[in-house]
């Protein structure tokens, strides 16, 4: 089985605080995804990586950024945590062939002060 | 861009029972692929069904089917014989054919309550 692994399931963070949120895979997927969930909006894609030291932003870039060293590893950062980044943040990964499922991991509830 | 719209935040129904999820969606591809994800309490999102726009069958998997309705550009799940277990929120998502990094777009989400 496809395992996905997010670092921390809950996170409390100050505002301002530089904030990394990290997540692994085990499947040598060559794609990897941060999304955030909210109420009613459904996920929003931050940013996607479909190799190592590759990044494409998704619909919602702005104060995030990412970093993807190695292929099994995908991190968020918030650069100065602020209270509209309180939020669910869910990773997932993909082979990268047309149609492959994505495969997600826990979550992350992250919520700054 | 693509937009894809679950008009309906929550619903209901008693176990064993069948419950119908809407989702319809807009865009100007002629292939691509459309997905139902399940998020359980515990928070982990799995698949729960796929459908390929080319093909005009409708997919299956055991209680779970789609009504694909590609004119309308309408893809509903349909769930028989509802288990508690199918408490969870349910996402319908849409991906273009040959799109790089295999970008999912998702719909708002509908919470779906089984009662026993």
């Known amino acids: 089985d496809v395992k996905v692994t997010q670092s921390s399931r809950y996170l409390v963070k100050r505002t301002g605080e530089k904030v990394f949120l990290e997540c692994v895979q085990d499947m040598d997927h060559e794609n990897m995804f941060w999304y955030r969930q909210d109420p009613g909006l459904g996920l929003r894609l931050i940013y996607f990586s479909y190799d190592v030291k590759m990044k494409e932003k998704g619909d919602i870039p702005e104060g995030y950024s990412v970093s993807r060293e190695k292929k099994e590893r995908f991190s968020l950062i918030l650069e100065s945590a602020s209270t509209n980044q309180t939020s669910m943040y869910l990773c997932a990964s993909s082979f990268e062939h047309t149609q492959q499922p994505q495969h997600f991991g826990d979550g992350t509830r992250l919520s700054i002060l | 861009a693509q937009t894809v719209t679950q008009s309906q935040p929550e619903m209901s129904v008693q176990e064993a029972e069948t419950v119908t999820l809407s989702c319809t969606y807009d865009?100007?591809?002629?292939?691509?692929?459309l997905f139902w994800y399940k998020q359980p309490p515990s928070r982990q999102m799995i698949l729960v069904i796929r459908q390929e726009a080319y093909k005009q069958q409708n997919a299956t998997e055991n209680r779970f089917s789609v009504n694909f309705q590609k004119a309308a550009k309408s893809f509903s799940l349909k769930i028989s014989d509802s288990q508690l277990g199918d408490t969870a929120m349910y996402f319908c998502?849409?991906?273009?054919?040959?799109?790089?990094?295999?970008?999912?777009?998702f719909g708002g989400g509908t919470r779906l309550m089984v009662k026993p």
């Open positions: 998502a849409f991906m273009k054919s040959f799109n790089a990094g295999n970008m999912l777009t």
């Open positions: 865009t100007s591809e002629s292939n691509y692929y």
